[in-house]
């Protein structure tokens, strides 16, 4: 699953033990596992191998510079969903034409600086859109290849807010609007319509409702090919699981087994967008207890991490695992799960130091006795964990920490009360009206 493991009763990832890394680099503190990385991003393009794919990594699932080189280094294409992303990925030494970039709301100014870059693709997310880009297209005298992204309203069975593919929600074109938007294409100098995209929603961790999504978007490949259009290129985008509780999600080879064959021949280019998949069991959040309390029956450890480092809890009620990263060895938990009995431990919510009732890491939940001081990791928060932190409460936005091996490297350093500040200092003087 990952590189993060317990060595006579202490966490370590791969070679470094966790408490060094937190001596040296404060808490709370987000640490990367390189191999882990590397090891997900090769599965899943072993696991597809015969599709010949194209991974585009998510860059917003975990958008670190020195994560993007290394996929970059290892093979991986990108997916953007902003220009601020874009620029990330240049910033990387990506050519963009190794890149896809996909949103419901790309402004001018972002359609525009993607197509002087030389973006490899727009998904495209509405016929508005298509119209916009077509323009600035031909305004620049240049083409912009794009894929339609379809709604294929197959429910993924995920958190609503994360489920992207039903009807309901505001990503992409109904399957029957396609075929006409398609035809309506037909002249319009700045378009080369590539194909089709789509994104379920994430985590997705069934496989059925690819097979579905993929079996109706091929019949509208089939139709398109009937009316005359070249479809050369389907994306089918990302959403595969992770393991947060236990090993919840399919392995990459669980759903290339089945949506291989479903897309072997049939002369298509094929585009996989993985972002969670990757990133989230590569990365951990360590934090360092500074109180614990009662309030009636209730007991709270209040830790130097809250949701303004991982959102994900307060955001979906998402479940992470936690756990003390120094433990006796009848502690080491044998698997991380929401149901995970170990004797001596106590009932109680890890939370932050912000105002806020939502700010939790963790509710109701069985850890060993913690004291001021004490270190704790919450495990699979590599994806949407960082890129998500905010400075809410003027705090300052967590470091990184990438291992490899036996050495650690720097990231992205601290924030500092100056970087809080640096957006406002616009003025010398007072503002007064
Ligand atoms: C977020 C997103 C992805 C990545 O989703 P994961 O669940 O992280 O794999 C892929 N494609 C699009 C269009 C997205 O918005």
Request: a negative charge; charged letters at 25%; proline letters at 5%.
């Amino acid at each position: 699953m990952d590189h993060f493991c317990y060595q006579d009763g202490v966490l370590h990832c791969e070679s470094v033990a966790a408490p060094a890394l937190c001596e040296r680099f404060g808490t709370p503190l987000y640490v990367y596992s390189r191999r882990t990385f590397l090891e997900h991003y090769d599965r899943l393009s072993a696991a597809f191998a015969e599709l010949n794919p194209t991974i585009c990594y998510a860059v917003k699932s975990c958008h670190n510079l020195a994560i993007l080189r290394m996929l970059s280094q290892r093979g991986a294409a990108f997916d953007v969903v902003s220009g601020g992303e874009l620029r990330r990925i240049e910033e990387a030494g990506v050519d963009p034409a190794r890149a896809v970039f996909a949103g419901v709301g790309k402004t001018d100014d972002e359609i525009s600086s993607a197509l002087d870059t030389g973006i490899g693709c727009f998904n495209v997310e509405s016929e508005g859109e298509l119209g916009r880009i077509a323009a600035i297209a031909e305004a620049r005298g240049v083409v912009a290849r794009v894929a339609l992204r379809v709604n294929p309203d197959v429910d993924p069975k995920t958190h609503v807010y994360t489920t992207t593919g039903k009807r309901e929600t505001k990503f992409g074109i109904d399957l029957d609007r396609a075929r006409r938007v398609i035809s309506d294409l037909d002249g319009r100098a700045g378009i080369d319509l590539a194909g089709f995209h789509m994104h379920l929603g994430s985590p997705v961790n069934t496989i059925e409702p690819y097979i579905e999504s993929i079996e109706k978007t091929l019949e509208l490949v089939a139709a398109c090919r009937a009316d005359g259009h070249r479809i050369t290129m389907l994306n089918i985008g990302g959403g595969f699981g992770a393991h947060y509780d236990d090993d919840e999600a399919p392995s990459a080879s669980a759903y290339a087994q089945r949506i291989v064959p479903l897309l072997a021949g049939k002369g298509l280019d094929i585009i996989l967008e993985p972002g969670r998949s990757i990133a989230a069991n590569a990365g951990v959040l360590l934090t360092r207890v500074l109180y614990t309390k009662r309030s009636g029956e209730r007991r709270f450890v209040i830790v130097d991490a809250a949701m303004t480092e991982l959102l994900r809890p307060a955001l979906y009620g998402s479940f992470h695992f936690a756990w003390p990263v120094v433990v006796p060895d009848e502690m080491v938990p044998p698997r991380r799960s929401a149901d995970l009995a170990v004797d001596g431990c106590v009932v109680v919510d890890l939370v932050g130091p912000v105002c806020e009732s939502g700010d939790f890491l963790a509710k109701d939940r069985a850890l060993p006795p913690l004291t001021r001081g004490d270190l704790v990791c919450v495990f699979s928060a590599g994806a949407y964990g960082s890129v998500m932190s905010s400075q809410y409460n003027s705090r300052c936005r967590a470091a990184e920490v990438l291992v490899g091996g036996s050495e650690a490297r720097l990231i992205r350093r601290r924030e500092t009360y100056d970087d809080l500040l640096a957006t406002e200092r616009v003025t010398d003087a007072p503002v007064s009206f």
